[in-house]
């Protein structure tokens, strides 16, 4: 945390330069007034503000021809009635921005101020509270302008200026950990960034310092080691720590955690308990029986026919489900989850679904257990294959946004989809803090979405194109979730597209290789400044070498300033990797490019 003084200059001359005023712990920015000595003034006065980072401390006062036309607004929210503080603007000059965002809120906490309102009202005395609100950065000089003189003998106050700065822990290890990195390293509020385990790419990029021996399934070594580096924000990535509990022990720490609870994670966690929920509080998604039993299943599946969707339980690394195009690959999923439980205890019960046709998208939403504001759209490929082809993965490649969801289906998803949802956890019990990610179907015959899952974190390889577009700082919005503090929150976001290509080990999803040297990843990310290369399953040998140790293996992702641009850097780039032990698909983006970009790659 770090800490900036402001002096109200009633009068050149007096200043106070110091008090010891109360600090509140509250997001963004905030400041408490507090009363000093009385003396006489004139009809305005000024603030100057000096920021201790500054060297030599810089002071300034301006007159009002040199502040910009941005006003704060200020209102009473604890006063005597006869209070007005209508004729009060403040307007502020942006000269350095130091590392404080903007759209701050700042709350001035005052006992006992000399409330001016104007020259034919009585001073009213004892407004507790002012709510003052806009874009503020600690290097500035204000104005306080009144239209009418003030009362003399105003009391002249000290503001101590609390700009929040968060040390941040990221939980986990892969492509998505390392664009949340990428993203928070860039959060004027972030101190610092740890990342837990964390991957080499994260730890060669500067993006955080890696903590690879740390057990993010053990709570109490993670919870120790929040205390002894003072974080303040853990955010964490994987659902499988979330299912475990991790959320719910670093809250009863009284650690600040991004994520929901173990119960709230069951949304992922149990297809079985998401379908619930659905039914419960009407939202849509497909029909649907579970089953624990083989034979029950199967009869189930021939009075339904073909295609049919069998899908696991439980968590199963994004493999646990199977779109069966005949009865007898149906039949095949049920022994493989229930007969001979290739998929452990998350394949113990299987849900057989109805096969929606239409095209799939990817929703996101951040949540903070009564609020939610809707991210980026975008468009994850979950198949291995050209042309969607072969088994599901954990996706392949994406692109930001979907032109699929349009503005006007963003908010049937956030009205019929994912407000439902966090006004039914509530219900239920287990209010969500997170983020909500709802896989879609935007079916064909309707053109509605329908939700065929959730996920309780955000989406891989999604997450990569939402934080190289983020133009927000991401620290302080995902403090505002975990204080239920969205409401009002909006976010901002590069113009243009993104796009991920997804390189992978040969033979992924199946068994595949490890240990293969991949080169010339320098060369690939100076295609184009936009250019970033988010590392998943890498590790460096005794020589140096970048080595591939998982499955998905390196995001190759690139913006430009519409989807065809972004598309062009990214592959230019994905071709520059010498990486003769891997492979990617080569049309990422065909549902919203024209066919003919995608004749000539490979």
Known sequence: MSCATTTFNLV???KLHNNNNLRFPKPFAHFSVSNSSSFS??????IS?????????????FDGSRFSSSPFNCSALKSQPSVSLADHTITASRVNALGLPDNCLWRAIQNSMVACVNESTAVI????EYNISGEFIPDIACMLAHKSNFRQNLALYMIIIEEERVVVLVIGGGGREHALCYALQR???CDAVFCAPGNVGISNSGNATCISDLDILDSSAVISFCRKWGVGLVVVGPEAPLVAGLANDLLKAGIPTFGPSAEAAALEGSKNFMKNLCDKYGIPTAKYKTFSDPSAAKQYIQEQGAPIVIKADGLAAGKGVIVAMTVEEAYEAVDSMLVKGDFGSAGCRVIVEEFLEGEEASFFA??????AIPLESAQDHKRVGDGDTGPNTGGMGAYSPAPVLTKE????????????????MAAEGCKFVGVLYAGLMIEKKSGLPKLIEYNVRFGDPECQVLMVRLESDLAQVLLAACR???SGVSLNWSPGSAMVVVMASNGYPGAYEKGTVIRNLEDAEHVAPCVQIFHAGTAQDSEGNIIATGGRVLGVTAKGTDLEEARDRAYRAVEEINWPGGFYRRDIGWRALPQKQFATKG
Request: hydrophobic letters at 35%.
């Open 41 to 46: 003034v004139g009809p305005l006065f000024s």
């Open 12 to 14: 050149p001359s007096l």
């Open 366 to 371: 951040l949540v903070d257990g009564e609020n």
């Open 409 to 424: 289906l963003q908010a049937v998803v956030m009205n019929s989809i994912i407000f439902p949802t966090v006004k039914g």
């Open 125 to 128: 005395s004892n407004v507790l």
């Open 484 to 486: 239920g503090e969205l």
């Open 187 to 189: 959060s004027p509020s």
């Open 49 to 61: 503000t000096n920021h201790r980072f500054l060297s030599p401390p810089d002071s300034r006062c």
